[in-house]
């Protein structure tokens, strides 16, 4: 089995009940990645409803989770012809940590893109790009394959970027397909895009994660494309885009978060 599979098996316990256990694979600095936190709760939800087409879900995180043991609470919310909706609660010894909501429709089609769409044909193939360097204390990055555009590395060395752009790809290191929880998990695995403008930052908590799945094409590399425009504070935004290797799309992303610049 592999070994996202492994960490994403839950076991039903009750009524829309859910236990599972989660490795450090997916951690940084012992902290559960979020995206994969939200994979698990989508992977609940799509248990329980009668259409698995996933059109958007949305985690809200109210707090830490380490790698350990965890449950799941599903609630339907509503049913209707054409969507499914839920809202699953996520804890940790009795701790909520995360709140997620997910729409799930039957429907689907092709992607029409209108002016004003980031040109993915501006990427560089994946052989290009520069592997994702691990500061030791991230087992995500042993677990993923992530690799940059170089002219989105500047932050690595100190050298910023007038623009908050990260572009790349991912791939698991053990191959494996990109189902949709593998998806959702993926739009958060690419460091932050405010990185390559104003430079690394002590920690840049997840306050809100959305993922459009648009697509599951059945691809083992997904490229992305990320871009913040907007600090306020503390708070910032980040967009994503993630994409089949051959341009189409799969994923659209939102994510609000708190930037707080490394001293």
């Known amino acids: 089995m592999h070994l996202f599979d492994r960490d994403m098996t839950l076991r039903q316990i009750g009524d829309g ?6 490795s450090d694979h997916w951690s940084h600095r012992g902290i559960v990645n979020g995206g994969f936190l939200l994979a698990l709760a989508y992977k609940a939800m799509a248990r329980q409803g009668r259409k698995h087409g996933c ?15 965890l449950e799941l609470l599903v609630e339907s919310v509503s049913s209707t012809k054409n969507f499914d909706r839920f809202e699953t609660r996520l804890l940790q010894e009795s701790k909520e940590c995360l709140r997620a909501f997910g729409t799930f429709s039957s429907r689907g089609g092709d992607t029409r893109e209108l002016p004003g769409a980031e040109n993915p044909e501006d990427l560089l193939p994946p052989e290009q790009c520069t592997p994702l360097p691990n500061p030791g204390n991230t087992r995500l990055f042993d677990t993923m394959d992530i690799r940059l555009d170089p ?45 390559e ?57 939102r994510q609000t978060a708190l930037y707080r610049k490394k001293v």
Do not use: H
């Open 197 to 253: 403008a104003l430079g690394p930052a002590e920690w840049i908590p997840t306050v809100e994660y959305s993922v459009q799945v648009r697509s599951v094409p059945g691809v083992k590399a997904l490229s992305g494309m990320f871009r913040t425009r907007y600090v306020t504070g503390e708070m910032i935004e980040e967009d994503g885009v993630l994409r089949a290797p051959n341009g189409s799309l799969v994923a659209l992303s």
């Open 55 to 69: 059109l958007v879900v949305t985690g809200n995180y109210s707090g830490k989770t380490s790698p350990g043991e």
């Open 17 to 22: 009940k859910y236990a599972g256990r989660v």
């Open 151 to 195: 002219r989105n590395t500047g932050w690595l060395s100190g050298n910023l970027s007038a623009e908050a752009v990260q572009r790349g790809w991912i791939a698991f290191r053990e191959p494996r397909e990109f189902d949709a929880p593998a998806i959702v998990m993926a739009a958060d695995c690419f460091p932050p895009a405010v990185m």
